[in-house]
């Protein structure tokens, strides 16, 4: 059975859904206030303020009142699945045989992990079997088992890690004796080269949780779905044609051990190999929900065991949110484990993403975990960093130079690297002062120099100032660089149209990928171009590094819109303006902000987007999802802002999130169908 629910986009970009407002082209990161911010709609989790704020308690309802109608147990859109990878909630780990059990008599499934001592299991089935599955009153929940990716940049450039913990004051902490003495870190990553020279023996736990099925491999040591005594990186599946894709995990925690050198590591290993991304060839890496759940609840298990762990870094992530998503229903397992390691006095570290836009992927946009964004060792922003009132604190993450598996050393940038940072500081509050996680994130905050863009602050991490009793640093207004846009993404395809928006292509394009030329990095541009770590997730994945850096992957800074026809042209050979890198950039956004595209209809690759955009079968559901995908598109090239007004009372984002629930119903409605085409892809400039 070939999974569909994975969407592996081989690309060599990284992506980063920017949010200016309709026709609008502001600077990264961009000015950012209160008034800009959209208005609060279902699944988008609006209306937090900040990563530590926890949303008020609503008010009891009447005793007379209706109870709300039970959630329904089955995803939306997985009754029509042909073929999903899911994970099956249960009432209680005892639960966990049984159900499996009825999964194995089931036609068109197969149990593909059943761990011990967990109250889920992990089905691959089709529609008809799930729904079937889902009758058990033991059966809490089935939904997709979404796949994370670790955020991190590629550099290519020197940099150095030591300049980076002088401005964050660690050299003070340390020169007075404060280096994470009797606490540990965990680091969920893609394992670790526990014999680097750098960690000095400090590697005192390791496990390895990685899914396998027909298309992802096991990059555990044992080659199983687990390895309790091994998250090693070099493997020789974590080794492809002489690159070791793994090395993400060793380079994170070579972050926080440098911040915290007496700290004991634990690191765990929650990725896959992937060796055919989007049935396009080429090799990535995946971490699955399951995997990453049964890391959480194995680091708790290990704290309830006596092990000191102060906190865990997870420098991953999955899907966009603009604000807070605690009420995500399918985010609510992870949550849960989450809550339940700070309950136990673990404090958890998320990276914000790479994507340059307000707000954050999960985990980071959960109110619990810290959340922390990058700055160059000058204090100014990237670009490609998310942003806003999401997020608790910056730490360096441009041109981090840290150890990588065999001994040796490579030059990152991202949030991934930005995350250890404040992972390993939180070991050094713990020594020091040790607290709840609240509370010891709350003193970093506290003393942290305050980074203000717009009408937001967020602090930058000052461990002198934290725990050394120093002069937090005075206040830092980013001010947009000149020059500094983000090369890529730029390209505008209708500033001499090729085809008139009304008319339907003159004759029947192919449906392979154009061949135009892939953007380049501008050589004059003072912030290096990051180039992707061998990565995946859901709405991307990045192959193994190119000889040639590419530009990174940004929004669009389009002022127009196009119809779905104009789009079709766009993805087809030899017809459209924008290059297939861009292309496939936009393509990665629209799947890591859409539900629809990421987990019900393959649309990752120019072929799979002519089809949705260029039906053969004009049915309402075709009609739908070409106009949804033209819209996602021209929010990715920049022609309409999530809170354009669609009519006087809804924005995109609230129309887009209403058209998607219906549509993962398996409803087709054509007044949505007419609203996206006249009201978002009809063409009109500035």
Not at 171 to 188: E, F, N, R, S
Not at 504 to 518: A, L, Q
């Amino acid at each position: 059975m070939r999974l569909r629910a994975v969407v592996a986009m081989a690309l060599v970009l990284t992506i980063a859904p920017a949010v200016p407002a309709l026709a609008e082209n502001p600077p990264a990161p961009p000015a950012i206030s209160a008034s800009e911010s959209p208005p609060a709609t279902p699944g988008d989790g609006t209306g937090g303020t900040g990563g530590q704020e926890t949303p008020a308690t609503p008010a009891p309802p009447p005793a007379d009142a209706t109870p709300p109608a039970p959630l329904p147990k089955l995803e939306a859109g997985l009754a029509d699945d042909d073929g999903a990878r899911v994970i099956v909630e249960l009432a209680a780990p005892a639960e966990a045989a049984p159900v499996a059990g009825e999964a194995r008599q089931l036609p068109d499934a197969e149990v593909v992990l059943e761990p011990a001592d967990t109250s889920f299991i992990v089905v691959e089935g089709t529609g008809e079997s799930l729904a079937k599955l889902a009758e058990d009153p033991r059966v809490l929940s089935i939904r997709r088992d979404r796949t994370y990716s670790s955020t991190a940049l590629n550099s290519g450039s020197s940099g150095s890690l030591a300049t980076s913990l002088q401005v964050i004051g660690a050299d003070k902490v340390h020169a007075a004796g404060t280096k994470g003495q009797g606490q540990t870190i965990a680091i969920i990553d893609t394992g670790i080269d526990a014999a680097h020279p750098d960690f000095g023996g400090k590697v005192v736990e390791q496990a390895c949780f990685s899914a396998t099925d027909e298309g992802a491999q096991s990059l555990c040591p044992n080659g199983q779905t687990s390895d309790p005594g091994s998250a090693d990186a070099k493997t020789p599946a974590c080794v492809h044609e002489g690159v070791n894709l793994c090395d993400h995990g060793t380079h994170v925690a070579g972050i926080a051990h440098a911040v915290a050198p007496d700290a004991d590591i634990v690191a765990i290993q929650v990725f896959s190999r992937i060796n055919d991304c989007a049935d396009e060839g080429g090799v990535c890496l995946t971490a699955f929900e399951s995997t990453i759940l049964l890391a959480l609840e194995h680091v708790a298990k290990l704290k309830e065991g006596g092990r000191n762990i102060a906190a865990v870094n997870l420098s991953l992530g999955g899907g966009l949110y603009e604000g807070t998503c605690d009420a995500e229903p399918e985010l609510a397992a992870m949550k849960s484990r989450i809550d339940d390691l700070r309950a136990k006095g673990v404090a958890v570290v998320a990276a914000a993403g790479n994507e340059g836009v307000i707000g954050a992927g999960a985990p980071g946009c959960f109110s619990g975990p810290v959340t922390v964004g990058a700055t160059g060792d000058d204090d100014s922003v990237p670009y490609w960093s998310n942003h806003g009132s999401v997020l608790d604190l910056f730490a360096p993450g441009l041109e981090i130079d840290s150890a990588v598996p065999g001994g040796g050393h490579q030059v990152y940038s991202g949030t991934s690297m930005s995350t250890p940072f404040v992972t390993g500081a939180l070991a050094l509050v713990a020594q020091k002062a040790p607290s709840t996680p609240d509370a010891m994130a709350e003193q970093l905050k506290k003393a942290g120099r305050p980074i203000t863009y717009g009408e937001v602050t967020t602090p930058r991490l000052d461990l002198n100032a934290a725990i050394a009793g120093g002069t937090p640093g005075p206040p830092v207004t980013q001010t947009p660089p000149v020059g500094e846009e983000p090369p890529s993404g730029s390209d505008d395809p209708t500033e001499e149209p090729t085809e008139d928006p009304s008319e339907e292509p003159s004759e029947e394009p192919s449906p392979e990928p154009s061949s135009g030329p892939s953007p380049s990095a501008t050589p004059s541009d003072p912030v290096p171009t990051p180039v992707p770590l061998p990565t995946v997730t859901i709405t991307v994945t990045v192959t193994v590094p190119p000889t040639a850096a590419p530009a990174v992957c940004t929004r669009g800074k389009s002022t127009k819109t196009l119809s779905a026809a104009q789009w079709a042209v766009e993805v087809t050979r030899g017809k459209g303006k924008i290059t297939d890198a861009t292309l496939g950039c936009y393509l990665g956004l629209v799947t890591k902000a859409s539900k629809v595209f990421a987990e019900v209809t393959p649309a990752a690759t120019l072929g799979g987007a002519y089809r949705v955009l260029k039906p053969a079968k004009k049915t309402a559901k075709a009609k739908l999802e070409s106009e949804l995908l033209a819209a996602w598109l021209n929010w990715a090239n920049g022609g309409v802002n999530f809170t354009a007004k669609i009519t006087e009372k809804t924005t995109l984002k609230t129309v887009l999130t209403s058209v998607e629930k219906a549509r993962l119903k398996g409803d087709s409605p054509a007044v949505s169908t007419s609203m996206l085409k006249k009201q978002v892809n009809a063409r009109r400039t500035a």
